[in-house]
Nanobody
Framework: QVQLVESGGGLVPAGGSLRLSCAAS????????MGWFRQAPGKEREFVAA????????YYGGSVKGRFTISRNNVEYTVNLLMHSLKPDDTAVYYC????????????????????WGQGTQVIVSS
């Protein structure tokens, strides 16, 4: 049974930093592309960041580029999201997801490509 468990969310003032972690189990981790998505109340789920199977390629949504960094550890089966210069607009539930393949143009950003999802961790950025 595949499990993705996020941690590290919380309340942080604007301009602050947070590090989210996702621990994976029940899958051949190095075979999966890993991504982070987020969903704010009343909004659609939004692509945040993704990292390729070996970890050599990373991708970011436009609103977080330059502020967030995604990384993975294929030995520990974890993927992290380091978030700096946080803004109130970053407030959302953040989800970790795993994809066996990224089909289509910018497939890393398509939620439909992801086979497994975590339960999410809440991030609140206060102004």
């Amino acid at each position: 049974q595949v499990q993705l468990v996020e941690s590290g969310g919380g309340l942080v003032p604007a301009g602050g930093s947070l590090r989210l972690s996702c621990a994976a189990s029940g899958l051949t981790f190095s075979s999966y592309g890993m991504g982070w998505f987020r969903q704010a109340p009343g909004k659609e789920r939004e692509f945040v960041a993704a990292v390729s199977w070996p970890g050599t390629n990373t991708y970011y949504g436009g609103s977080v580029k330059g502020r967030f960094t995604i990384s993975r550890n294929n030995v520990e089966y974890t993927v992290n999201l380091l978030m700096h210069s946080l803004k109130p607009d970053d407030t959302a539930v953040y989800y970790c997801a795993a994809a066996i393949s990224w089909a289509g143009s910018d497939g890393f950003a398509r939620s439909a490509n992801y086979n497994h999802w975590g339960q999410g961790t809440q991030v609140i950025v206060s102004s």
